[in-house]
């Protein structure tokens, strides 16, 4: 199957894996801090952030894009962010939300990867509330379709008041990430995380490995945005890697 903007990155099968990066939809912190001026990160009212209404609609046309396209019969894994937004992103493109008040926003589809969320791959983390996830016990309610058992902690114990997590450090994080992507067993995986990790992990593959990357792919992910990759299993790069 063509892939429409897919990049590939010296391919040579069967030593590669197919990667789908989405960036969560517009989550409500997305239209505070863009739209009002007087608005501030750290209002607690921003905590773990969830789906604005024009959210909501991204991730119905997306879900509708990937049907239509046949990519959702061909992705093995989804691997999602636990905050909040990522994952009504995540439930909403690749499993449909059958179980809430929103089930008649997402069309359905036959095949359901299963859902796994990993705290490695969540935003930029401390200072913003709105990067602070609620507690796992919590969302289990919420998500029932989403496996937790990767994480460990039921509260957010990553997420720190007083300092904020700088970009060298989210985009070692992108690296260990991509490592633990590359022992999986499956070949084609989606990862639904957000902006500054994707952006960070890219350019960390670029800049750090040494994997040539168009500029397109190193900028801003959009809300709901979707990019994906090829990559080689390299001795040399992965060796980088580890």
């Not at 989804?78 to 009504?88: D, G």
């Not at 039921?154 to 450090?169: M, P, S, T, Y």
Request: proline share 5%; with cysteine; net charge negative.
């Amino acid at each position: 199957m063509e892939l429409c903007g897919v990049q590939t990155l010296r391919l040579l099968p069967p030593n590669f894996k197919t990667l789908h990066l989405v960036r969560h939809a517009q989550g409500i912190h997305n239209v505070e801090l863009e739209e009002n001026e007087e608005s501030s990160p750290l209002s607690e009212e921003l905590f773990d952030a969830h789906l604005s209404p024009k959210g909501l609609q991204q991730v119905c046309e997306r879900r509708q894009k990937i049907i239509e396209s046949g990519l959702l019969n061909t992705i093995e894994l989804v691997i999602t962010s636990p905050l909040r937004r990522a994952m009504q992103t995540s439930t909403g493109i690749f499993k449909g939300q059958e179980t809430t008040n929103e089930s008649d926003n997402f069309p359905k589809a036959n095949n359901f990867p299963p859902i796994v969320a990993l705290e490695i791959c969540r935003e930029r983390m401390g200072l913003y509330p709105c990067d602070r996830r609620e507690r796992i016990s919590t969302h289990r309610t919420c998500f029932s379709e989403i496996d937790f058992t990767m994480i460990e902690s039921d509260e957010d114990v990553l997420w720190q008041a007083g300092e904020r997590e700088n970009l060298e450090e989210v985009s070692a994080r992108g690296l260990r990430f991509l490592t633990w992507l590359w022992e999986r067993p499956e070949k084609e995986i989606a990862v639904v995380s957000h902006g500054i990790f994707l952006q960070q992990t890219l350019r960390a593959l670029h800049e750090k490995v040494g994997i040539p990357l168009e500029d397109s792919f190193l900028t801003r992910f959009a809300n709901c945005e979707l990019r994906s990759i090829r990559i080689e299993k390299s001795a040399a790069i992965w060796k980088q890697i580890h």
